[in-house]
């Protein structure tokens, strides 16, 4: 898989997204900000989420348009204030996008429905990103597909036939650069649900690259994705939590950003390839194994024991295996206490 030039796949260090979302807290200033502080972390992408309110959902104040849940960090927010406050601007994303560019990562966006795409596409972007809650828009679905252009799908809370379903909509419309996220659909999320050991199962069943959505607080997890296969690392970035705003709560900051940048890497550095043996840059360190070495000066002629042979540290002389072998033997040269005992100082008896 490839995203304007950058190339994603397990071969590669992973696909870092730094998600925007709601924390330009109404200032395009910020969002420039945001955009800055996040090429300054190392990720390689910077994406932006398209809707209006009006677009996600009606203007009414009760019932199910609020959200009652006790747990949510918007329990009593009517969905359409909520969206209004966290969307972005479309007549931002234009200086959004330019800025990142400038700055050499990769920029693209979620949109949630099809005006959106149609707006994006003006824009020339790279490739989409469809969120967990819009994985069975099947009719978005085939709008982005239909594009060409590579496809991020998030999976949260669908079951293996909602998303069979929406890979199958995308490959059927012309969608042939295709991942798929694991995700959690709680904000935050915790560690003990976020699941991992389901993304290598994930890459088998359907064929694609994996990758996380991740919700959880610090890089912990994400780190662990990184072990199992995940090729993209996807979390919310602000400049500061305590700046407040609708994702804050569980987003990153600059410093943890570039934290994640750095040691998922390293996990994907650590995982190399099957390999057993020294490897190269070990080769000094195997000469420091035990051996069998001389503990005693010991005339020619005389026979090994356990009084004049030790099993020490380095490891330049007989294996320590070979003791049962060689005791008793008889030597055909004077040595020196701390000589290596080798093959060709024994007498053939």
Aim: glycine share 8%.
């Amino acid at each position: 898989m490839n995203i304007a030039g950058v190339p994603i796949g397990l071969n590669h260090r992973p696909f870092i997204i730094a998600e925007l979302s709601g924390n330009h807290n109404g200032s395009l200033d910020r969002a420039l900000s945001l955009v800055d502080a996040a090429a300054a972390t190392g990720v390689q992408c910077l994406k932006l989420q398209t809707y209006t309110a009006d677009t996600l959902t009606l203007d009414i104040r009760d019932k199910e348009f609020v959200i009652s849940d006790p747990k949510s960090i918007w329990k009593g927010r009517s969905l359409h204030d909520l969206y209004q406050e966290a969307h972005t601007p479309w007549e931002w994303h234009a200086p959004i996008i330019q800025r990142a560019q400038e700055l050499g990562l990769v920029c693209f966006s979620s949109p949630f429905d099809e005006s959106a795409v149609d707006f994006l596409e003006t824009l020339n972007v790279p490739a989409y990103k469809i969120g967990s809650f819009e994985c069975t828009h099947l009719p978005l679905l085939k709008k982005v597909a239909a594009t060409g252009r590579p496809v991020i799908l998030s999976t949260g809370m669908a079951t293996v036939a909602e998303i069979d379903e929406a890979v199958r909509t995308l490959r059927g419309n012309g969608c042939s650069d295709l991942a798929l996220l694991k995700c959690t659909s709680t904000y935050p999320s915790t560690p003990e649900n976020s699941n991992l050991r389901t993304l290598p199962h994930l890459r088998e069943m359907f064929g694609c690259e994996v990758g996380l959505s991740d919700h959880t607080l610090g890089i912990g997890v994400s780190v662990g994705a990184v072990a199992l296969g995940a090729v993209i690392i996807e979390k919310h970035f602000t400049l500061a939590r305590a700046d407040g705003g609708v994702d804050s709560t569980f987003s990153m900051e600059p410093e943890e950003m570039k934290a994640l940048a750095v040691e998922t890497e390293r996990a994907w550095q650590g995982l190399g390839r099957i390999h057993y043996g020294p490897s190269s840059a070990e080769k000094i360190a195997a000469s420091r194994r035990r051996s069998i070495y001389f503990s005693q000066d010991v005339e020619a002629g005389q026979c090994l024991s356990v009084k004049n042979l030790r099993i020490v540290r380095p490891g330049l002389g007989l294996e320590p295996k070979f003791l049962d072998l060689v005791l008793g033997r008889r030597i055909s040269v004077a040595v020196t206490k701390g000589t290596p005992l080798t093959w060709d100082m024994l007498l053939d008896d």
